[in-house]
């Protein structure tokens, strides 16, 4: 199950074995990690959705924030739903959902640094968003989304095998095999697909694009156009995104890199690249955690408002009448 958690389902270059029991204790052992903290997060991210319910300080920043609370949960369903699948990942659904599955799988991820950064350039300048706006400029991203998931949809689908086994893939082989390269070397096609579209445009691109709006705005901290503290929220958060990412983003392009120079690995490398590359995908979901972490530690009030919306609070003139009205009652 190690390999599958970044694969999904998209690498089965051979046919497997039945899983062994030592394979579905470290598939129990990842089930409850990941659980822990995408659990986690769900309860840290649904404390702050209540606290700025009740606080009314809804900003275009907390709108950024729900949507990538949004974005992760299509990211724990995704996951979930692989783990539910078993050690052997076989896919027992038709073709077209497996191609909904590859669309939701590639998608999100571009949408998440889409939307990362949008929120880096709505702090940077306060006037670049305003609420149409942003549905605008949200709609154009969900359209260069699907352009980019056009590939998915075209080449995704079941592979199954002589013994029955059934993998949900997206094989770009044919596209390979058109271009005339050889036999052996058609997996390159796939494996630029991924280099591209996993690390590079989710998290290499976005980190270049973000460097120069990011050095701009950092001579803006303790500066009177921060007196809301939303462009230190940005820095922290963006940040912590580069260095949650950093070592699951790196492993992904050297996998993918080594996979297209057609390097051969052991078994022994392969397994260890497959339990890094998982345990580094676990330290990025942490990110989730630290977002709404961060922004209750910097705006406290957002917090207190939990605590203040059970009293009513009731103005010293309103007491005073309601004295003066009981008073006059009593006299006869």
């Known amino acids: 199950m190690l390999e599958e958690i970044y694969f999904n389902l998209t690498q089965h270059k051979y046919e497997r074995a039945s899983s062994s029991s030592g394979e579905e ?8 990690l990941f659980s822990v903290v995408m659990s986690l997060s769900v309860v840290v991210n649904t404390i702050f959705i209540t606290a700025l319910m009740f606080s009314r300080k809804m900003s275009m920043t907390h709108i950024f924030l729900l949507l990538f609370f949004i974005i992760n949960l299509v990211d724990y369903s995704l996951l979930i739903f692989e783990f539910s699948l078993g050690a052997g990942s076989q896919y027992p659904y038709n073709d077209e959902s497996c191609s909904f599955y590859q669309l939701l799988l590639q998608g999100n991820p571009l949408l998440s640094s889409g939307v990362l950064l949008l929120f880096v350039y709505n702090a940077y300048s306060a006037t670049f968003l ?7 400029l949200l709609s154009l991203l969900l359209l260069i989304q699907l352009l980019l998931s056009i590939p998915t949809l075209v080449y995704s689908g ?21 271009a005339g390269l050889p036999m052996e070397r058609q997996q390159m096609a796939t494996s630029l697909y991924y280099l591209m579209y996993k690390p590079v445009l989710t998290y290499w691109l976005p980190i270049c694009l973000l460097t120069a ?18 462009i230190t929220l ?18 992904a392009f050297v996998r993918h890199f080594l996979a297209i120079c057609s390097s051969t690995l052991s078994y022994r490398d392969r397994w260890l690249l497959d339990v890094i590359q998982s345990l580094f995908l676990l330290i ?3 990110s989730h955690l630290f977002r709404p972490l961060v922004c209750l530690v910097l705006d406290p009030d957002i917090l207190a408002s939990l605590y ?16 003066m009205k009981k008073q006059s009652e009593i006299v006869p």
């Open 158 to 178: 079941l592979a199954v095998y002589p013994s029955g086994a059934r993998y949900c893939v997206m094989d770009l082989g044919g596209v390979a095999a058109w």
């Open 284 to 286: 990025s979901y942490f």
């Open 308 to 323: 203040r919306s059970s009293y009513k609070v009731i103005d010293y003139k309103e007491v005073k009448c309601g004295r």
């Open 234 to 251: 940005t820095i922290t958060i963006i940040i912590s995104y580069g260095v949650f990412h950093l070592p699951h983003a790196s492993t």
């Open 213 to 230: 709006p990011l050095v701009k705005m950092g001579k803006l901290v303790n500066t009177t156009k921060d007196d809301q503290f939303n």
């Open 25 to 32: 204790s470290s598939s129990f052992v990842w089930l409850v």
């Open 130 to 136: 305003s609420q149409p706006r942003l549905l605008l």
